[in-house]
């Protein structure tokens, strides 16, 4: 992001505050694909670049609990391949695969036998994992269901982007970052009302036409 | 492959010692130094294509996360290598005792085994050191591949990143010229990746049916052919074996179909395989 837009990100979440928001709304995704794909639970990975790490970001069903907020290594497992080759993938009995159970269920009992996973991608990265688990045995897995598990992944994506630009506004407006200071002005401007507010915005209008002129 | 030594590139019908022809053009007394030894029957059929053939001696490469080199349905590696890239952009080469970190390699190479059971399997592990710099691994292993001379590259796997778009088209390109087949598994996501999109690759998406060895040309591109991708049982880590399905599982059995057809006639240029695998396509005539 520019640092404009960094700006620009940051006074519009000063403004609106919209981080829970899309933490719901990638929590209603979850809750819906666990059920139209009647499986026993669904989840959201998110990659955390610097730790190399996936975290659960979203649960619902088995493990909800205990799941959510807890990490492993990005490059291993059915979820480490799916990111890393940005290919969406199903296998449908990792219960005898000793390694994903380490790796997904560890803490939790719950030992998925049947795992549908898609990347989550925005134009040129990768931004972690949707993944469906134990769907029900009976029902045979169809192309159609691939699809499907695509659009979701979309819809997943572009709700962590909109998640990962407001917790990165967040940041700037809780002092790092040069520019904290306007976006907790314009945050502290919006909370005022009738003539305080005029005002307000009067003050910074005139700062911003003394720094235009300053600015040359 | 089998028992002779693969043809050199454009060494068509040429003299042994004579001078090689120019490589952009073709002098009028100069034309029957390419005319192509084998001969292509009336009808192109799958028995002519690959009838008798194991994929003996033909070479294939797994470009993936590493394969169980132990595992029964594997049957063994010629060899197995794994990728890094470090600070300086140096590409380091070691030899592999890892095996498979996500059991997805050890998968496409026994789908490739039980299609074309003579040939040679090796892999080129380029996941699993990192989640960071993944493309830039992808890449060195591809070129390694290349490099090697592998017959086949099987790649389930594709990059999104657009920088990667321009290194990777010109691999894809010089393997195409130096006779090295990239099988590349086509996204089934709306989203821009590569190396399935390029012209000089085999791209494979999944079609519904049981039939290994059945496979759809697909007259809309840039999607190829379309083989077997769901529901396919396939060897998996610890020497056991689960049910997949994904585009990632139709591209090595297209890749098993190509060891079996260059098998039995190594003369063939990836054009002419292409060409092979159209004629013999199940919803083409020789594919009946």
């Not at chain 2, 010629?78 to 095996?99: C, F, K, Q, R, Y």
């Not at chain 2, 999607?223 to 399905?245: I, K, N």
Request: glycine share 10%.
């Amino acid at each position: 992001m520019t640092d404009d837009g960094e700006l620009r990100a940051a006074v519009a979440s000063g403004v609106v505050g919209s981080t829970e928001s899309f933490q719901e709304l990638l929590g209603a995704i979850v809750h819906v694909a666990r059920s139209i794909f009647g499986a026993k639970a669904s989840s959201i990975l998110l990659l955390d670049e610097e730790a190399g790490e996936l975290v659960f970001e979203a649960v619902v069903g088995e493990g909800e609990e205990s799941l959510l907020g807890t990490r492993f290594p990005a490059d291993h497992g059915i979820a480490g391949w799916v990111l890393a080759t940005r290919t969406p993938l199903v296998i449908e009995d990792v219960e005898q695969d000793p390694r994903h159970a380490r790796d997904v269920a560890e803490g939790t009992g719950y030992v998925p036998k049947g795992i549908m996973a898609a990347p989550l991608l925005t134009e040129d990265a990768a931004l972690g994992v949707l993944s469906v688990l134990d769907r029900p045995e009976q029902s045979l897995f169809s192309l159609q269901e691939m699809e499907l598990l695509g659009l979701f992944a979309n819809q997943a994506a572009i709700a962590v982007d909109l998640l990962q630009r407001a917790r990165h506004a967040e940041r700037i407006l809780q002092d790092e970052g040069d520019l904290a200071v306007v976006a907790r002005l314009a945050a502290a401007v919006n909370a005022l009302e009738d003539e305080r507010r005029e005002a307000g915005l009067r003050l910074l209008r005139a700062l911003a036409a003394t720094l235009g002129d300053a600015g040359g | 492959m089998h028992d002779e030594a693969r043809p050199e590139v454009g060494a068509h019908a040429a003299e042994p010692g004579s001078r090689p022809l120019p490589a952009w053009s073709l002098p009028k007394d100069q034309a029957e130094r390419i005319a192509l030894p084998m001969e292509w029957p009336e009808r192109v059929d799958r028995e002519w294509a690959w009838g008798g053939s194991t994929g003996e001696g033909v070479r294939v490469c797994i470009l993936d996360s590493g394969v169980e080199p132990t595992h029964p349905l594997v049957g063994g590696l010629e060899s197995a290598v794994t990728i890094a890239v470090d600070e300086d952009g140096e590409t380091l080469v070691t030899e592999d005792d890892v095996g498979d970190l996500s059991g997805h390699g050890t998968a496409c190479a026994g789908i490739v085994r039980a299609v074309a059971p003579g040939c040679s399997l090796s892999s080129v592990r380029v996941l699993g050191q990192g989640f960071k710099g993944t493309g830039n691994i992808l890449l060195a292993g591809l070129r390694h591949a290349v490099d090697e001379g592998f017959d086949l590259i099987n790649m389930s796997l594709s990059t999104t990143k657009k920088p990667f778009a321009a290194i990777l088209h010109e691999l894809a390109d010089s393997a195409y010229f130096r006779r090295t087949v990239l099988v590349a598994s086509a996204h089934n996501m709306p989203v821009e990746s590569y190396p399935w999109k390029f012209s000089s690759v085999i791209s494979v998406g999944s079609h519904e049916e049981e039939d290994p060895l059945a496979f759809f040309y697909n007259p809309n591109p840039p999607v190829e052919f379309f083989a077997r991708g769901v529901g396919v049982e396939v060897p998996w880590l610890g020497g056991r074996s689960s049910v997949v399905s994904g585009n990632s599982f139709a591209t090595p059995h297209v890749t098993g179909i190509c060891a079996l057809i260059l098998a039995k006639h190594p003369e063939l240029t990836p054009f002419q395989l292409k060409n092979v695998l159209y004629l013999t396509a199940t919803n083409v005539g020789g594919g009946q």
